[in-house]
């Protein structure tokens, strides 16, 4: 079983940052992709960014240039830095990972809201 917890989140006024963290815990060989998604009252659940471990990115249109993923690999956790927040960014924040514990298995983190409000 892999558990992750996550840090950060909260209320920013719009142009503002904050920065989100992901740990992952457990049963873990290797971790092939962590990454962040999020959701917005009415919406689906979107990609926000992921990182891959050979530090490959992949971030959405809407986030490209404000957000950026990094990741320690020896501590297994994956951060999301965010600047120049919008309202729009307004959502729950998923951490999610592909753990390699035997097979491939999908986790999630529990949501943190972030606000962009002024």
């Known amino acids: 079983q892999v558990q992750l917890v996550k840090s950060g989140g909260g209320l920013v006024q719009p142009g503002g940052s904050l920065r989100l963290s992901c740990a992952a815990s457990?049963?873990?060989?290797?971790?092939?992709?962590m990454g962040w998604y999020r959701q917005a009252p009415g919406k689906q659940r979107e990609l926000v960014a992921t990182f891959a471990t050979r530090g490959i990115t992949n971030y959405a249109d809407s986030v490209k240039g404000r957000f950026t993923i990094s990741r320690d690999n020896a501590k297994n956790t994956v951060y999301l830095q965010m600047n120049s927040l919008k309202p729009e960014d307004t959502a729950v924040y998923y951490c999610?990972?592909?753990?390699?514990?035997?097979?491939?298995?999908?986790?999630w983190g529990q949501g943190t809201q972030v606000t962009v409000s002024s």
């Open positions: 999610h990972a592909l753990v390699v514990d035997g097979k491939l298995i999908a986790y």
């Open positions: 457990g049963s873990i060989r290797s971790i092939p992709v």
